[in-house]
């Protein structure tokens, strides 16, 4: 079993819809949350940073983090399409350490 | 700009030949990663070095795979013989080391070999 889990996808919504993108996770010694986001043939991009539990937002994205449930999740609002992309959520039990990643939902916003 | 640039953007060799990946500039920023992502495994870690010294190669297949910084601001990812089943994308990326510092990527080397 993999250390981080992602739900599949792909998903598919029409433009204005939330999106709720998720990731579980087993080790409890994480203590660092990224989402990134990966456009075709790119790198991935940091989108969002969350030290241990609690909320975050920036604009139309809000990340969660539960650490009692091992859950994360990335929240889009009001969705466009240039959202459509690949969300990776990624953790790691150190600053500047290495990071385990999910294996990414791919996500399309129909305009 | 925070990202790396990385060197070739594509590459397509036959199966024995050497790759060899490069990666800059780091611009003094101490830690240094080399990620592959394939479909079926996703983003997968191969090594980091932190102040050019490296501290994890153990996702590295090392009979074949060689990481170097040959300076402070070039890192190198070397392949000899590659194989087929190396085909993948990979990425580097860098980090400033700082509390809360993210990972800044590379667009990645897509790698084929037949």
């Known amino acids: 079993q993999k250390e981080v889990e992602q739900d599949p996808g792909p998903l598919s919504v029409p433009e204005g819809a939330i999106v709720s993108l998720n990731c579980t996770y087993s080790n409890s010694a994480f203590q660092y949350f990224m989402w990134y986001r990966q456009y075709s043939r790119k790198g991935p991009e940091l989108l969002m940073y969350?030290?241990?539990?609690g909320n975050k937002e920036d604009g139309r994205f809000t990340a969660q983090v539960d650490k009692s449930s091992k859950y994360i999740s990335l929240f889009i609002r009001d969705s466009q399409p240039s959202d459509s992309a690949t969300y990776l959520c990624?953790?790691?039990?150190?600053?500047?350490?290495?990071?385990?990643f999910g294996d990414g939902t791919t996500l399309t916003v129909k305009p | 700009d925070a990202r790396v640039t990385q060197t070739p953007r594509h590459k397509v060799t036959e199966m024995g030949q050497e790759v060899t990946m490069r990666c800059q500039p780091i611009l003094g920023h101490n830690t240094v990663f080399w990620y592959r992502q394939t479909m079926m495994q996703g983003l997968e870690l191969l090594a980091y070095f932190r102040n050019r010294a490296p501290l994890d190669d153990s996702g590295m297949p090392k009979d074949r795979f060689s990481a170097e910084m040959p300076d402070a601001t070039l890192a190198t990812l070397k392949i000899q013989p590659s194989e087929p089943r190396d085909s993948a994308v990979y990425f580097c990326?860098?980090?400033?080391?700082?509390?809360?510092?993210?990972?800044?990527f590379g667009n990645g080397t897509r790698l084929t070999v037949t």
């Open positions: 990624a953790m790691s039990y150190t600053n500047a350490g290495k990071s385990t």
């Open positions: 990326a860098r980090s400033d080391g700082t509390s809360g510092s993210p990972l800044h």
């Open positions: 969350t030290y241990s539990s």
